[in-house]
């Protein structure tokens, strides 16, 4: 039987490549987007044209009503979970802190942080060993923001994922005896169209003189990183951290 994995924000960028590259190597997959329907379809055509078993599910993860429904619907088709990656994220226009409204934090920490908890909560419900589970694997989608910090664009994004390097480290802890290791990957300056969200669709461009690389990354080469920490390969590694970020 193959492994069932869950992705957040599956359906363009990182959360698309991941996808696909899962499915290569044998992975049922659970696709979750909630916007962008259109490329959600397009991928999942393509997956089952491809002879792989995929569904796909509209969920904001920042509302736990529909967190719940989601896994169950994992339930129903797949009957167990073996990984989650913690994908789905947003980040607002670019603003220094001063000119930032409560609001737009709450917008941010809901999905980023608010949302990583929900479907982390629900993986380990399944996952765990303790509770009937066969052990599984998390991973986190921080950011090389948290430790930078997003000066003049993006601290309240920097800050959420800050919070997702402490929910890492203090998760991966507390299941480290139930099967469950979980780690994060942090991605660098990497080309998806999450720069043009934040108001420069240029971003990785202007900034790219700043990696030792000399270049922005690819959204695959943050998956293969997320496939490794899923994969046996990793299976003494938890709590722990990729950079994928040319050594900037």
């Known amino acids: 039987m193959s492994k069932v994995l869950l992705i957040t924000g599956a359906s363009r960028g990182i959360g698309a490549e991941t996808a696909r590259l899962a499915a290569a190597r044998g992975y049922s997959l659970c696709l979750n987007y909630l916007h962008s329907e259109d490329a959600a379809n397009e991928l999942l ?36 979970l073996d990984g989650l990656v913690n994908n789905a994220g947003i980040l607002e226009q670019q603003s220094d802190l001063v000119d930032m409204t409560p609001q737009r934090w ?51 994004y920097a800050a959420a994922k800050g919070a997702i390097d402490a929910m890492t480290i203090g998760l991966a802890k507390e299941v480290g005896d139930q099967g469950i290791r ?13 720069h043009a ?37 990793s299976a003494y590694t938890t709590g722990g951290f990729i950079d994928v970020s040319g050594g900037r």
């Not at 055509?45 to 993860?61: E, F, W």
């Not at 429904?69 to 088709?77: C, L």
């Not at 920490?109 to 990583?116: E, F, Y």
Request: net charge negative.
């Open 45 to 80: 055509d393509s997956l089952i044209a491809g002879g792989h078993q995929a569904i796909l599910y509209q969920a904001d993860v920042g509302q736990e009503s529909e967190v719940d429904a989601m896994y169950r619907a994992i339930d129903r088709e797949f009957g167990r």
């Open 106 to 156: 709450r917008r941010v920490l809901d999905i980023n942080v608010v949302g990583s908890f929900l479907c982390a909560r629900e993986a380990v419900k399944r996952m765990s060993t303790k509770t009937g589970g066969d052990g599984g694997a998390i991973v986190n989608l921080s950011s090389r923001a948290a430790d930078i910090g997003g000066t003049h664009e993006y601290v309240d």
């Open 182 to 194: 979980v780690n994060a990957v942090k991605p660098g300056l990497i080309y998806t169209d999450i």
């Open 197 to 233: 969200a934040g108001g420069e669709a240029g971003r990785v461009e202007r900034l790219k003189s700043a990696v030792p690389m000399q270049r922005g990354g690819l959204p695959i080469e943050v998956a293969e990183a997320i496939l490794w920490l899923l994969s046996d390969a």
